[in-house]
């Protein structure tokens, strides 16, 4: 165990679906997996384990920003043996071509974090994914007949800003991102670290060019496609 999860070392598949939202964690499991079993409950951070068509699969919470989702998804994989973590969340749109409701798969994280210079005295302000991880994804959107489009993403420390830092306007022409989430650039950066794989599959929730905006019961259903994007993606690696 570790200051932040209670599961024991062989709790988890070596698989790990992470949404932001532990509610979110408890929907996949109790809609998606078979005889999921609750093996993480600490900061009420809900962590799962049961199997997908057969094959072990587990879905845990990251919580929102960098710092949450570095702490999960450094001890999953440093000591609890998980060896792909497969962000799924939301993000907005800073482009016409990602529409509200769209599937997106992160080709790479841009950040001005200081994520992964105080963690390991990186100096990057891009982080990538797992290829091979990224080439499963798409090959199974391709069979499960979903539009995967690959976007290069902005992981921001903030959510909220001061007119005087500039919008979303400049930061799209600066860095050349196409939508912006709080968590990727860490997850993609520990992965690299420690040697093992990790990809982001998104739901674009709000669009900053069109000021659209899904509910929050539109996210639920319209993030099923995704869920299982993951799922599928998750038994083939």
């Given at each position: 165990?570790t200051p932040h999860n ?122 990538y994914p797992s290829e ?106």
């Amino acid at each position: 165990m570790t200051p932040h999860n209670g599961a024991q070392m062989g709790d988890f598949a070596k698989t790990v679906l992470m949404p932001g939202d532990p509610l979110r964690s408890k929907f996949i499991a109790e809609e998606f997996l078979e005889n999921p079993r609750l093996v993480n409950e600490v900061r009420n951070i809900l962590g799962y384990t049961g199997t997908y068509k057969g094959i072990p699969v587990s879905v845990m919470a990251s919580g929102m920003g960098m710092p949450s989702i570095g702490i999960y998804s450094y001890e999953l994989y440093q000591y609890y043996g998980v060896e792909n973590i497969v962000r799924i969340g939301s993000a907005g749109s800073y482009v016409e071509r990602l529409n509200v409701r769209d599937v997106v798969l992160a080709e790479s994280a841009y950040s001005d974090s200081t994520f992964a210079l105080k963690t390991s005295g990186a100096t990057e302000k891009t982080m990538y994914p797992s290829e091979e991880l990224n080439a499963i994804i798409m090959s199974k959107a391709d069979e499960l007949g979903i539009n995967c489009k690959k976007a290069v993403v902005h992981s921001s420390d903030a959510f909220y800003t001061t007119p005087n830092v500039g919008g979303w306007q400049d930061i799209r022409e600066q860095t050349g991102t196409e939508c912006v989430e709080m968590e990727s650039f860490a997850l993609f950066h520990n992965a690299n670290m420690l040697n093992k794989r990790a990809a982001c599959i998104l739901t674009i929730s709000d669009s900053f060019c069109t000021n659209e905006v899904l509910s929050a019961e539109d996210r639920q259903n319209s993030f099923r496609e995704m869920m299982r994007l993951a799922l599928e993606s998750a038994i083939a690696f």
